[in-house]
C-alpha cells in the first residue's frame, strides 16, 4: 500500500514538473486592470554565450525556432510558405523569408501560438506583482519598467484583478533582421475583465464585471542563426 501510494506521488510529482517546464517553454497568463507599462525598443540583445555555457535568465522560449543552423544553400523559399500569416510579397513575409534563409526550419505560426502563451503569462505576471516571474521572462529595460510600475501600485496599497476572457486576435505586424538580430512585432487583441481594488477592497478602476477589448503590439527578439532558441520581450506598446 505504501509503496502503490509512494509511486504515485512520484508520478504527479513528475506530471507537474513537466507542466510547469512546458508553460515556461512556451510562455503565458494574467490579472490586472491596469496594463503593463508602455517600453520602446532597445538595442539588439547581446550576442549568445558560446555552446555549453548556462542560458541567461532573462529570456524566453517560444516554439518557432530552427533546430539548428543554416546549411547555407540559399535554397529558394516557396511562394505560400507563410500562407495565413503574411501576405506574399508584404514587408512581414519578406522579413520572415530573411530568418528562414537563416533558419529554414523557422515556423511563424508556432512562434505567434507561443506568442499568445508568453502575453497572457507576463500580463498575469505583471498584474500578480510576481517579480519573479516576469524577471525570467523580460529584458533588463522592460523589467525595470514593469517593476516600477508594480512599485507605485503597492504603495498606494491597490491591488489588480483580471480574468482573461480570449485572445481574439494574435498576429506579425513587423518583422526587422538588424545585425543578425531578428525583431518580431505581434499585436494582439484580447478580451478581459478588469478592475483595480484599494486597500479597503473598493474598486478605484475598471470593472469587475465588464469585459474590455484591449489592443497591444509587442516586439520580441533573438539572434538567428544562433542554437539558443530564447526569445526575449524587448519593446511593449498600446495598439490602433
Known sequence: ?????DVTTIIFLALAAFVIWRLRSVLGQKTGREQPPVMRREPP???????GSPEPGNVVRLPGAAAGRANGS????????????????SAVATGLDE????????DARGFIEGAKMAYEMIVTAFAQGDRKTLKNLLSRDVYEGFDRAIGER????????????????????????????AHMMVRFVSQLITATRNAEGAVVDGSPEAVVEVTDVWTFARPIGSRDPNWQLVATEAGQ
Open 45 to 51: 540583445p547581446p550576442a549568445r554565450q558560446e555552446p
Open 74 to 89: 540559399g535554397a529558394e523559399l516557396a511562394p505560400d510558405r507563410w500562407k495565413g500569416v503574411a501576405e506574399p510579397g
Open 154 to 181: 503597492e504603495k498606494r496599497g491597490e491591488k489588480a484583478e483580471t480574468t482573461f476572457v480570449s485572445i481574439d486576435k494574435a498576429e506579425i505586424v513587423g518583422v526587422e533582421v538588424r545585425n543578425q538580430v
Open 1 to 5: 500500500m505504501q509503496d502503490s501510494l
Open 99 to 106: 530568418i528562414a534563409k537563416v533558419e529554414p526550419g523557422f
